[in-house]
């Protein structure tokens, strides 16, 4: 069992607070992607989990062993983790092979070991290369190779497809996210990347003012994230007023349902509505269902992803323009008047 943990604890650079009091608990053989923006303490925090810093205050384990605690410390080549820089930092007078079999020392199987990793990261014969002579993902599985070589049961992945283009980042990532999984290696993967964070892991921790503001599946951390800041940070998001009661909230756009912690507000509310919940239609023409009265609108923008669209509406009265997701296919102009409902289950907070 090689769960981490991470309790109270707090690192600060000269006068600058990073860390403040965080607690992180990822569970044994779970992929866990930490979140947040630039500065947040992310690296930071895989470097303290790595040992190559040493926290001010408070205690990190693994499994059931104090690595780092107030009269406890142990140093990072015993603590059987590997770690995956941003740019991969291979050695670069070292080939391929070479650089897999970084650490693993004299052992008689070591060759066998190498070209094991090779065929496992889909680098079978490319054992002589040099690192320049290497794509950017290729450079990456080779970083990984070496990460998991002396079969750690932790792996920390510091942004490191945030270099590669968007498809081959895409790919590469759930090449070697399953490549952790079927090994059952315990995985942190930082990332300011949101659709990165919650098509990866199985829990996503946001990480914002030195602190994990929310640890849940993606799933939840989408539908139902701690606060409005949050909420945004996780996704296009419309933030509108209305009032709750009985476990709805009535708004302009319609009554949604309010969900989890959600249903014990009362009174007046910012409610929750994602781009994808609300129905967009011209003025005036009559929805498949009806589901009370429309909102009016002017179309002021369109967005067009190919898949689908964000159309951007401006409504009287309502300080930011709503944004709708609908079909690619579906055109709707500047200028164009459109009626807007909202259906579905969402979360409020007092207002």
């Known amino acids: 069992m ?23 608990d990822v569970p044994d053989s779970s992929v866990v992607a ?21 926290p001010d205050g408070g205690t990190i384990t693994l499994g059931d062993d104090a690595v ?35 650490g693993l020392g004299r052992s008689p199987s070591r060759r066998t070991r190498v070209e094991e990793l090779l065929d496992l990261v889909g680098m079978r014969g490319l054992g002589p290369r040099y690192p320049h002579e290497l794509s950017g993902g290729q450079q990456q599985r080779v970083a990984l190779a070496r990460a998991i070589a002396r079969r750690p049961k932790v792996v920390l992945l510091d942004e490191p497809f945030s270099a ?3 498809s ?17 290696i315990t995985t942190v993967l930082v990332t300011h990347d949101q659709e990165e964070a919650l098509s990866s892991a199985d829990l996503v921790g946001v990480i914002a003012g030195g602190r994990i503001r929310q640890l849940a599946t993606p799933a939840e951390l989408y539908a139902a994230p701690a606060d409005a800041a949050l909420a945004r940070f996780l996704g296009e998001a419309n933030l509108v007023p209305g009032t709750a009661r009985s476990g709805r ?8 349902v309010l969900s989890g912690g959600a249903v014990a507000q009362e009174g007046p509310v910012l409610v929750l509505i994602r781009p994808e919940q609300m129905q967009i239609a011209r003025a005036g023409a009559r929805p498949a269902v009806v589901a009370g009265s429309p909102v009016t609108g002017r179309v002021l923008h369109r967005e067009y992803y190919g898949h689908d669209s964000v159309v951007l509406v401006q409504v009287a009265g309502l300080p930011e323009p709503v944004r709708v997701r609908c079909s690619g296919s579906v055109e709707f102009s500047p200028g164009l008047l459109v009626d807007l409902r909202a259906s579905g289950t969402t979360v409020a907070w007092p207002s």
């Not at 941003?86 to 391929?96: K, S, T």
């Not at 092979?97 to 970084?102: E, Y």
């Open 2 to 24: 090689t769960g981490i943990g991470l309790t109270g604890v707090t690192k600060s650079f000269g006068s600058a607070p990073v860390l403040d009091e965080l607690d992180l």
């Open 34 to 54: 930490v979140l947040g923006q630039s500065g947040s303490g992310k690296t930071t925090l895989l470097r303290l989990v790595a040992g190559f810093e040493r």
């Open 68 to 102: 780092d605690a107030q009269h406890r410390y142990v140093p990072p080549e015993r603590r059987g983790i590997g770690y995956v820089p941003q740019e991969g930092a291979l050695f670069p007078h070292l080939d391929v092979a070479r650089n897999i079999a970084f």
């Open 164 to 166: 590669l283009d968007a």
């Open 168 to 184: 081959l980042r895409a790919s590469l990532r759930a090449d070697i996210i399953e490549i952790l999984r079927s090994a059952g």
């Open 249 to 256: 909230a009535s708004t302009r756009f319609g009554t949604m």
